[in-house]
């Protein structure tokens, strides 16, 4: 259920069993760490931009590089960005 071009993103999963919209935080958290363009626009057309945004909120495995990045791209103050925080 995966689209073919973001396959190599769920290389621990069975992308023909996978339901991305069924495991929102998961598969957003893998699209905005490892996503390309392409998957990003995939990303923005299957799922809100609050759906976006909690994960980036909230998601603690989401590397530091990469939510500083997307809390700069979608205004999110750094102090509200889990995987941001000391001793997270």
Same mark, same amino acid.
């Not at 999963?13 to 760490?33: N, Q």
């Not at 363009?37 to 976006?52: C, K, M, N």
């Given at each position: 259920?995966?689209p073919q071009e973001?396959?190599p993103? $769920?290389?621990?999963?069975?992308?023909?069993? $996978?339901?991305?919209?069924?495991?929102?935080?998961y598969?957003?958290?893998?699209?905005?760490e490892w996503?390309?363009r392409?998957s990003?626009?995939?990303l923005?057309?299957?799922f809100?931009e609050a759906?976006?945004?909690e994960v980036?909120?909230?998601?603690?495995?989401?590397?530091?590089?990469?939510?500083n $990045?997307w809390?700069?791209?979608?205004r999110?103050p750094?102090e509200?960005?889990a995987?941001l925080?000391?001793?997270?």
């Amino acid at each position: 259920m995966v689209p073919q071009e973001l396959r190599p993103l $769920f290389w621990d999963v069975d992308a023909d069993k $996978f339901d991305p919209e069924a495991h929102p935080e998961y598969t957003i958290l893998r699209v905005l760490e490892w996503g390309d363009r392409p998957s990003l626009a995939w990303l923005g057309e299957t799922f809100s931009e609050a759906q976006i945004k909690e994960v980036i909120r909230s998601e603690r495995r989401l590397s530091p590089r990469s939510a500083n $990045f997307w809390a700069l791209v979608y205004r999110i103050p750094p102090e509200e960005v889990a995987s941001l925080q000391q001793g997270g």
